[in-house]
């Protein structure tokens, strides 16, 4: 098969698997990369590494840098990310009403703790991953940990909350319902970029 072809059919399928966030981070200028390859990967050994180190300009915000290191054989990933303008310890609160705010930028280094009250709670620890994103990103990134707990929990009534929570972060991805997003960051290095999020100290 055609080369163009086959990229376009995986972009394709990448691109029904998370669309608005796709669209978005290409909206984002990429001003340099630099990448090195066939680096030796501490998790198989192999000489397939790739390190990454980006810089972007979020419209509205200014500089992110994006490193990121990715093994091609045993598919070992992490990111992180970082602010130009690096700030003491912060705390985002962005009170998600409508549709219109799944498309709110959200950068998250791996220092933040994500918090939805009354839903979830999710600490860095030691995979802690950072990305840029925007709200719907991160409401389908909370929805597949709540995903992943319930297939795995044996527990009828936990796996009935899970199903009640998940309804009600489809209804909030539609715009049919509130909820309340929190980023905590003790790096400075995470952000949600909009008008309607309050910045304070955590
Ligand atoms: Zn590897």
């Known amino acids: 098969m055609n080369k163009e072809l086959v990229k376009l059919i995986l972009f394709g399928i990448f691109y029904k698997a998370f669309p608005k966030e796709i669209f978005l981070n290409s909206e984002i200028l990429s001003i340099d990369m630099t990448e090195v390859k066939n680096q030796l990967c501490s998790m198989c050994g192999k000489k397939t590494m790739e390190l ?12 992110v840098y994006i490193f ?3 093994c091609t054989s045993c598919k070992y990933h992490k990111a992180d990310v970082e602010v130009t303008d690096k700030n003491e310890p912060c705390k985002y609160t962005l009170e998600i009403d409508g549709e219109e705010d799944m498309k709110i930028r959200v950068i998250k280094s791996s220092q933040a703790t994500v918090k939805i009250p009354h839903v979830i709670t999710i600490e860095p620890g030691t995979a802690g991953t950072g990305y840029i994103s925007n709200v719907e ?9 709540i995903e992943t707990a319930r297939d795995s929990g044996e527990d009828k009534s936990a ?8 309804r009600k972060l489809n209804n909030v991805i539609w715009g049919k319902e509130k909820l309340k997003l929190i980023i905590v960051d003790p790096s400075g290095n995470s952000a949600i970029v909009s008008e309607k999020a309050k910045k304070s100290k955590p």
């Open 159 to 166: 796996r009935k909350k899970a199903k009640k929570l998940l």
């Open 68 to 70: 990121s290191v990715t």
């Open 52 to 63: 990454r180190e980006e810089e972007r300009e979020v419209p509205f915000f200014g500089k």
């Open 137 to 145: 990103g991160i409401l389908k990134r909370v929805k597949h940990v």
